[in-house]
């Protein structure tokens, strides 16, 4: 089973080929093999989560979490030939190399959401985009598979190389495919991400080193986990040295770019209006997210300490200024795109201020917004790529567009999808909002209210997108043609599908909720025996006595 870890991987790292080598016969043969990968790769996707459902389900000794690493995937892929052991010519002292790929329950998750929204954005372009084509699916194909590594990777190097293996085909992504000022969006994106990938690959190795035990340099994210959650227990609360404080902000400084959190989010407008709007909702829905996961894999299981001294009020604070300032920013433009940029910066807010709320709630809430932002997010942006190509650029203006006229289902399909976006109870975004709000307010009441305040605002842009877009008489230049259907089936059904997900997580949310909660309740214990030694012993000796009846 753990051969579906390298196996999802290679679907579309290789299967990336197959676009340009079609295209030597047609560009038809190209987009039907490209969607062919696309779909099996969300096949493997899915089928991997349930293996790790599974896995989780059939654990019958209880683990004890707070001894156990924090990181600690239910399926794994460590294959001896890709093992290295090179001495250091000090004693016995030796450096491991090695490749080690996992699956965990919020791994996997990320996983089918990359693979789903990869299709969808599949299936817009393949009726878009006609220069260069094949090119276009396979540049899509292989950040996918980089994507992919990144939520699977178990080993610090592996998990920096599909990092920033994004990097470069999302530069050309965005270059030739977007408006007039692609290649400026395109230099300033490659810009931004060199400064956070140089910090990051330093701060990656230094901690290895630093951490390492028995003259032993391992490089392997459960092994680092499990050493750290094993000195917490025995040492509780400890003092890092200056060292160690600078590995922690140079983290956050990598993550934190690629995140887009405040305030070095200024690469996030520009690039999202002027790339192409599929390529948009890719960056949107799933690459901002790899510099959220990275938190969840690196930071706070193997820097507990500045985390919680640090981070926590840092971080926290900054997700809430960016729940804020992306709600007034998305109500003050006068483009679509870029209301839409600007809220999805208020939505990153939310998932931050989960996260480093430290607490099972917010965590768990955290990781299931990354899901519902996600969803909505896409939706959004593939809604917006349609739309522009039907009827050219979209204005929020006081004149009113009239497009439910014109485009009754997909009319129908952004009001659906705004409303899910302001987190209307009912629906996935009110789940996930919720819980972070939970989590946060055992931290700080205060920012509690200043986030819920930007829920309010997020309401208001948000109606004022149906308003204006949707509403009024449509003028001549926005009449929609007739040779340009309204949606294609193909595109319809994915709509659909995302719209019944967010109806299912936003009733049921515990469908998906247990695949990634074990993991937010590892996290979580740490933390809470950081800030409190005998909350675990506590709770270690009340699960024995109701074991004991």
């Not at 010519?89 to 329950?105: T, V, Y």
């Not at 330093?202 to 392997?220: D, K, N, P, Q, R």
């Not at 497009?403 to 109870?425: E, N």
């Not at 309740?521 to 025996?529: D, E, K, P, S, T």
Request: charged share 10%; aromatic share 10%.
């Amino acid at each position: 089973m753990a051969h579906f870890l390298w196996i999802l991987i290679a679907l579309p790292m290789v299967g990336g080929f197959l676009p340009l080598l079609a295209a030597r016969h047609s560009a038809g043969l190209a987009r039907f093999h490209a969607l062919s990968i696309a779909v099996l790769t969300l096949a493997t996707s899915v089928v991997l989560m349930v293996l790790v459902w599974q896995a989780d389900k059939s654990l019958s000794i209880a683990r004890d979490s707070h001894t156990q690493s924090t990181i600690d995937p239910l399926l794994r892929w460590k294959p001896d030939w890709f093992q290295v052991a090179i001495p250091t010519g000090r004693g016995d002292s030796q450096i491991n190399l090695h490749c080690e790929l996992g699956a965990d329950g919020l791994g996997s998750s990320m996983c089918v959401l990359t693979a789903l929204i990869t299709l969808g954005v599949m299936l817009v372009a393949t009726r878009q985009i006609e220069y260069l084509a094949a090119w276009h699916f396979a540049l899509l194909l292989w950040t996918e598979g980089a994507m992919l590594g990144v939520f699977l990777a178990m080993d610090l190097i592996s998990f920096y190389v599909f990092f920033e293996a994004t990097l470069l085909p999302l530069f050309l992504l965005i270059g030739l495919w977007g408006g007039s000022q692609s290649w400026v969006a395109a230099r300033q994106f490659l810009i931004f991400t060199i400064a956070g990938s140089i910090p990051l690959v330093v701060a990656l190795l230094g901690y290895a080193a630093a951490h390492s035990s028995a003259g032993e340099f391992t490089i392997s994210i459960p092994e680092l986990s499990q050493a750290m959650s094993l000195r917490v227990t025995e040492l509780g609360m400890f003092a890092e040295s200056p060292s160690q404080q600078w590995i922690f902000w140079l983290v956050v400084f990598g993550f934190g770019i690629k995140m887009a959190i405040l305030p070095v989010h200024t690469w996030l407008p520009g690039t999202y209006l002027a790339a192409h709007p599929t390529t948009a909702a890719l960056l949107a829905a799933v690459v901002v997210k790899l510099g959220i996961f990275g938190f969840f894999r690196v930071g706070l299981p193997l820097m507990p300490i500045t985390c919680l001294e640090f981070g926590r009020p840092l971080l926290a604070g900054l997700g809430t200024l960016a729940i804020v300032y992306g709600a007034f920013a998305a109500l003050s433009q006068r483009r679509l795109i870029l209301v839409l940029a600007y809220a999805s910066l208020s939505h990153v807010g939310f998932i931050a201020v989960g996260m480093f709320s430290l607490h099972e709630i917010g965590l768990a809430g955290s990781m299931m917004q990354m899901i519902n932002h996600g969803l909505t997010t896409s939706a959004m942006f593939l809604i917006y790529a349609i739309l522009v190509s039907r009827h050219g650029e979209l204005a929020i203006d006081h004149k009113y567009q009239g497009l439910a006229s014109q485009s009754p289902r997909l009319a129908t399909l952004l009001i659906f999808f705004t409303l899910a976006g302001t987190g209307l109870p009912g629906l996935n975004n009110f789940v996930g909002e919720l819980l972070t709000m939970i989590g946060i307010s055992h931290y700080s009441f205060f920012l509690t209210a200043i986030g819920a305040t930007g829920g309010l605002l997020g309401a208001w842009y948000a109606l004022k997108v149906v308003q204006h877009v949707m509403m009024g008489k449509a003028s001549g230049e926005k009449s929609m043609t007739k040779s340009s259907p309204e949606l294609s089936a193909a595109e319809t059904g994915w709509l659909l599908t995302i719209a019944m997900i967010c109806c299912l997580l936003g009733v049921r949310p515990m469908t998906i909720m247990p695949v990634f909660s074990r993991d937010a309740a590892a996290i979580a214990a740490v933390y809470r025996q950081l800030e409190d030694p005998h909350s675990v012993e506590n709770a270690g000796e009340s699960t024995t006595k109701d074991d004991n009846g």
